[in-house]
Structure formats: C-alpha cells, structure tokens
C-alpha cells in the first residue's frame, strides 16, 4: 500500500508568519511522530500520538510549535510566528501498534524561513 | 529519560574494507533497537533492527550486535560497497513510547 506522505514537499514563507505541515500515515498505524532534522544534523523528537492516548509533547521547541492528529489518521503540525531557526525539514513517522515498532518516515517537508 | 550517543559521527573506509558503528543507551528498559540508513536528500530507512532477546542479528552484509549488560549496540557492514555511502542513524526504544535517535555517523566508501 501507500506510504508515509506529507505536504508539502517544500515551503517557504516570510518571519512571522503561520505554517501549517501535514502528514498522511500509513493506513492502520496507530502511533505517529514528527521530528525535525536541521541540515547536516540529527533527528529532533518533536511531538508522539498513539491511538487515542494524549500525545507526547516533550520534544516541541516552544510554544510557538503544535500538532494535531484527528483519530489514527492525518496529522498536522502548527508552528506560529516562524523564525528563522525554524528552517529545517520536518519529518513524519508512523508505525504499528505497540507490538511493531518499525518507523515508516515520509519524505519531509523542507521549511525554510527567511 | 533515554540518551543513545553514537560514534563516530563521520567514518571513511576503502571499498570492500568493513566498517563498525557503535551506539549506547542509558535506559535499561528500552528493548528495540533499529538503525536506519539516510542518502543525501532523501527520508530515512530502517535496514536492521534488533530487539532484547537476542545478541546479535544479521542480514547479508549488515549485522547488528547487542549488548545488554553494557548497554551498547553496534552496526556491522562487511564488503562495503560505495552505494552504501549514506548517515546511519541507531535508535532505542522501550516498545509503545517514543524512539531516541543518535546524532548520525556520516560513513564514506572510497571507491
């Protein structure tokens, strides 16, 4: 079946604006993630939803930063008032259940902020 | 909380030499540990993964080697080839909670 996808691929918006990034789960993943991975770097946890569990914000950055996940599908991510250190891409993960741990990422989506 | 640190962040290595990435982890309850392979510009990919109950995984040319006790696990490529020229990520996880990633070991095969 179809995997990760998120959109868009790429945006590039003005300081001080909103951005909203989306991410499409393989169907039946209950657990999804978002990480941030600034160029040459590492995966930054952000944010973790499992099924109907309240998420696992620890990772987001600041309050500026928020998700949403509708159920086990779709999830969004919000940042507010972008910054330039904002600019990275932003990564989606989903998975299995509990018993399956695999992460299936998406192809990100490049954010860059000028 | 878990903290897996990863060495060594950059490694080159001749064509058919192997090459040997290690990774620890601080939480004694974290029981899957995957490692992912990521080509410039393109979303990560799980290559091996290994779980607590075993020792050691292998998969052609790839193994993965565990050590509980000491609480270190490592990436093993023989014959290394220049596609497998790539950042390699190791991860643990305590299964149902978040994955901690290492900060990524840049690996160069020289033709």
């Known amino acids: 079946g179809a995997g990760v996808s998120q959109s868009p691929s790429n945006k590039v918006t003005e300081k001080g604006k909103d951005v909203e990034l989306r991410c499409d789960p393989i169907?039946?993943?209950?657990?999804l993630y978002w990480y941030r991975q600034r160029l040459g770097q590492g995966l930054e946890f952000l944010i973790y939803?499992?099924?109907?569990?309240?998420?696992?914000k620890s990772g987001l950055p600041s309050d500026r930063f928020s998700a949403e996940r509708t159920g086990e599908s779709v999830s969004t991510l919000t940042i507010q008032r972008t910054q330039q250190e904002d600019s990275a891409v932003y990564l989606c993960?989903?998975?299995?259940?509990?018993?399956?741990?695999?992460?299936?990422f998406g192809p990100g989506t490049r954010l860059t902020v000028l | 909380g878990e903290n897996v640190e990863q060495h060594p962040s950059t490694l080159s290595v001749q064509e058919g030499d192997s090459a040997v990435i290690k990774c620890t982890y601080s939480?004694?309850?974290?029981?899957?540990f995957p490692w992912y392979k990521q080509e410039l510009g393109k979303r990560p990919q799980l290559i091996i993964d290994?779980?607590?109950?075993?020792g050691e995984k292998k998969d052609q040319r790839i193994a993965v080697t565990l050590n509980k006790t000491a609480k270190h696990f490592s990436l093993h490529i023989t014959e290394t080839q220049p596609e497998d020229s790539a950042v390699y990520f190791c991860?643990?996880?305590?299964?149902?909670?978040?994955?901690?990633f290492g900060t990524g070991t840049s690996l160069t095969v020289i033709p």
């Open positions: 991860a643990a996880s305590n299964t149902g909670n978040q994955f901690y």
């Open positions: 939480d004694s309850a974290s029981n899957y």
């Open positions: 169907s039946g993943h209950t657990a």
């Open positions: 290994i779980r607590s109950n075993v």
């Open positions: 939803f499992q099924g109907n569990s309240a998420p696992d």
């Open positions: 993960a989903s998975s299995e259940d509990f018993g399956r741990n695999e992460q299936f």
